[in-house]
């Protein structure tokens, strides 16, 4: 079991990485599940389920049923251009 974690500044091609990422995964030997806001690109033999915060599906009631899936990979993502803080230079970037 393992955890990775990828951050970027807006704009600055997460998706791109992120979909690569996936695209290379053995969807037929894993169980591949995604939570994203929103599914920007569909992917063959991967469960992708569109995810809407302020609606009525959460990341968080995604969460409480994805074990019951067995998942092999996990990935959650969101497209948010929210202002990042970094607390060593006080600067807030955009």
Do not use: F
Not at 37 to 50: A, G
Request: charged share 20%; net charge negative; hydrophobic share 35%.
């Amino acid at each position: 079991m393992g955890c990775a974690s990828y951050a970027h500044r807006p704009a600055q091609e997460k998706t791109t990485t992120i979909y690569s990422v996936l695209r290379s995964i053995d969807a037929l030997n894993n169980n591949v599940l995604t939570a994203e806001s929103p599914i920007e690109v569909l992917l063959e033999n991967i469960s992708q389920t569109q995810i809407d915060d302020d609606g009525t599906y959460s990341y968080a009631m995604w969460a409480r049923g994805i074990l019951r899936q067995a998942p092999d990979i996990v990935m959650m993502y969101t497209q948010s251009d929210y202002p990042m803080h970094h607390p060593e230079s006080s600067h807030q970037s955009d």
